[in-house]
């Protein structure tokens, strides 16, 4: 997988726990959600157990909403462990409450 500005896949713990810590940030909007995707596929399929943290967030719309909630399921399908956290500014945390999206950001 080619780098990315949007993601980073790092692992971590012990070998045979096969975790990895994805940091998802910037830009995640309708533009960078297909890359995005691809990035969570491949972790999904390399991975055991994937610890999701959205931050430094520039931008966030309803498809990238939208991929989390598809990760969670496609994680649960394949019987992955999968957490999600989410440091929003102020203002973005509160659209994203008023919109009634904030348990999907968070696990």
Do not use: C, W
Not at 25 to 38: A, P, S
Not at 41 to 60: M, T
Not at 68 to 96: F, G, H, N, P
């Amino acid at each position: 997988m080619k780098a990315s500005k949007h993601v980073t896949i790092t692992p971590y713990g012990k070998k045979k726990e096969n975790k990895a810590k994805m940091v998802v940030e910037k830009e995640l909007t309708i533009y960078t959600v297909l890359e995005i995707k691809e990035h969570f596929l491949e972790a999904i399929n390399q991975y055991n157990e994937l610890d999701v943290q959205i931050k430094n967030v520039e931008n966030i719309d309803l498809s990238f909403i939208q991929l989390i909630e598809s990760l969670r399921k496609t994680a649960e399908e394949y019987d992955k462990k999968i957490s999600i956290s989410a440091e929003l500014m102020d203002e973005t945390q509160t659209l994203v409450d008023n919109a009634g999206f904030d348990p999907i950001l968070r696990t």
